[in-house]
């Protein structure tokens, strides 16, 4: 599976499953048996938006894309870009 197919495919059928609404990706890597993706989503939308609180979820796929596990691996604020 392309890269591309594979995020897509993340973007479309991973929010459902948490129930919140994708605002990037800002990862991906090869693992040993499929893919892992680090995706942020929106955990609290807030006014102004700078303001929102995001999640990174690091999701593991299999080779053909299925989501296998996933797990939320930090919050921030939109607007806070300091690494950890």
């Not at 609290?44 to 996933?70: A, C, T």
Request: proline share 4%.
């Amino acid at each position: 599976m392309e890269v591309t197919e594979l995020v897509n495919k993340l973007v479309t059928e991973f929010p459902p499953l948490i129930n919140l609404q994708a605002s990037s990706v800002v990862g991906v890597s090869r693992s040993d048996d499929g893919w892992v993706v680090s995706i942020e989503m929106i955990e609290k939308k807030s006014i102004p938006d700078s303001m929102d609180v995001l999640g990174r979820y690091e999701v593991s796929l299999d080779g053909g894309g299925n989501i296998r596990d996933f797990s939320r691996v930090r919050l921030r604020r939109r607007g806070d870009t300091a690494e950890e």
